[in-house]
């Protein structure tokens, strides 16, 4: 057991790659076993070693939400502290197991983080959203023509080696970067693309060309428009593509996918996925997995149209499938700091008296309310807690978790709503309006 968690702390904290420096310890603790403290001592060394170039410039949330990770791998310790003194290698090798996923959440969490404090160094256009109005990015932005791709590049290879399809949101484009995302602006709507391919840059220098997935939203096909704007963002992983699920992707299980399903979400977003059954009546089970192993399974009996939300509370790749199907599909969850160099503008959202809210099962013994709202925008519930802020959101209803709500403290509950043209959360694209505020004292 000892060798093993010497080889996890060694080979998860060496993946940093990150400069030596001022120290960032772990709370502080004592143990019994001399074996446990000795690596837990070993660990804090190479957080102090590894992290405080970052954390140093870490935001007071970024921080926070740090110091919450380093507290849970410090009761793991205590945990695996107790049961090596109690030699019960069983209990002791499930603890380890959930140490390795939580120092690859953590690994994750400060990699993004670094990602986006070089990203506001980087790039003067991109601030914190926070500090300025929300459509004051409009004197960064650039004017460009759009056109769209023919279908004879369909599987083709693209610039950066991606394999090219109508069906995701992509674009060619000189003079940006490969993998980076750009927000394209057309009149008074816009949504995000990944520059992953060029045009002929010397015949067409101005021109950005995208897939008619994308281009659609805009304009009808075989109707060329001049300036268009657009606006660089982040840059992404070189394999990951935003593209709504295919809805056939379970037809040989006789389950139909019935609306645009995204594959990438905002963090503690709500994934909501409708179904139709064309077999009678089952019991239907749907598999999640998390980015650090978490295992969720939804199951419910279904007649006909079914559907499973789940509110997705960490960053990065889920894994979701049928319990019986070898069939998994992939989704990303995304840091909403990514899309902090966006245009927006003003618009007015209707505000709404009184949601309608339900409850529902969620996951196991855990049920949760759904925020009833409108399809077409972006929604985000802002939860507060006496000292604490949960942020919840989707296109259209919010799914909460009840043990967030289930107690006695007085409970406000307000509802920010944006536009967008399609259903991916990080389009919205018009300044956030505050549709609902609410203060509510929660029984048990």
């Not at 030699?87 to 380890?96: A, L, M, P, T, V």
């Not at 959930?98 to 790039?123: G, W």
């Not at 279904?302 to 790749?317: A, G």
Request: charged share 20%.
């Amino acid at each position: 057991m000892k060798k093993l968690l010497i080889i996890l702390i060694s080979i998860s904290i060496f993946t940093l790659n990150i400069s030596l420096t001022n120290a960032f310890s772990l709370p502080q603790v004592t143990f019994d076993n001399y074996a446990v403290k000795n690596q837990y001592i070993k660990f804090e060394n190479l957080i102090e070693a590894k992290l405080w170039t970052i954390i140093a410039n870490f935001s007071t949330e970024n921080k926070s939400s740090l110091n919450t990770r380093l507290n849970t791998l410090k009761d793991l310790f205590i945990k695996l502290d107790r049961q090596v003194t109690l030699r019960n290698r069983k209990e002791g090798s499930y603890i380890i197991t959930d140490l390795k996923k939580e120092i690859v959440s953590m690994i994750y969490f400060v990699k993004n983080a670094k990602n986006i404090q070089k990203i506001n160094t980087t790039n003067n256009s991109i601030v914190n959203k926070n500090q300025v109005k929300l459509n004051e990015f409009a004197s960064n932005s650039v004017y460009w023509d759009l056109m769209y791709y023919a279908d004879y590049f369909e599987w083709r290879n693209t610039s950066n080696g991606n394999i090219f399809s109508q069906a995701y949101f992509s674009a060619a484009k000189c003079n940006v970067d490969l993998n980076k995302f750009i927000q394209v602006w057309s009149g008074n709507k816009s949504l995000i693309v990944k520059v992953n391919d060029r045009p002929n840059c010397e015949r067409f220098p101005n021109l950005i060309d995208m897939t008619t997935t994308a281009f659609d939203y805009f304009s009808a096909r075989y109707i060329w428009k001049a300036e268009w704007e657009y606006i660089e963002l982040w840059t992404s992983l070189k394999d990951y593509y935003k593209m709504y699920f295919p809805t056939d992707i379970y037809n040989d299980e006789w389950i139909v996918l019935q609306n645009k399903t995204p594959n990438s979400y905002l963090l503690n977003e709500t994934i909501n996925i409708n179904w139709e059954l064309t077999l009678p009546w089952r019991e239907i089970s749907l598999k999640i997995i998390s980015p650090t192993g978490k295992n969720i399974v939804l199951t419910k009996q279904v007649d006909k149209y079914f559907s499973f939300s789940y509110p997705l509370e960490e960053l990065w790749e889920y894994s979701v499938s049928f319990v019986w199907s070898s069939n998994t599909f992939k989704i990303y969850t995304l840091d909403d700091s990514l899309f902090s160099g966006k245009k927006f503008i003003t618009q007015d959202i209707t505000k709404i008296s009184s949601p309608t809210i339900t409850k529902e099962p969620l996951w196991k013994e855990l049920n949760a309310y759904r925020i009833v709202l409108k399809w077409n925008n972006y929604n985000v519930a802002v939860i507060t807690i006496g000292w604490k802020t949960y942020y919840y959101s989707w296109i259209g209803d919010i799914i909460i978790p009840e043990n967030i709500l289930n107690n006695t403290n007085e409970v406000n509950i307000r509802i920010n709503s944006s536009k967008t043209i399609t259903n991916f959360s990080h389009d919205f694209y018009t300044e956030p309006v505050a549709i609902f505020d609410w203060n509510v004292i929660m029984s048990k």
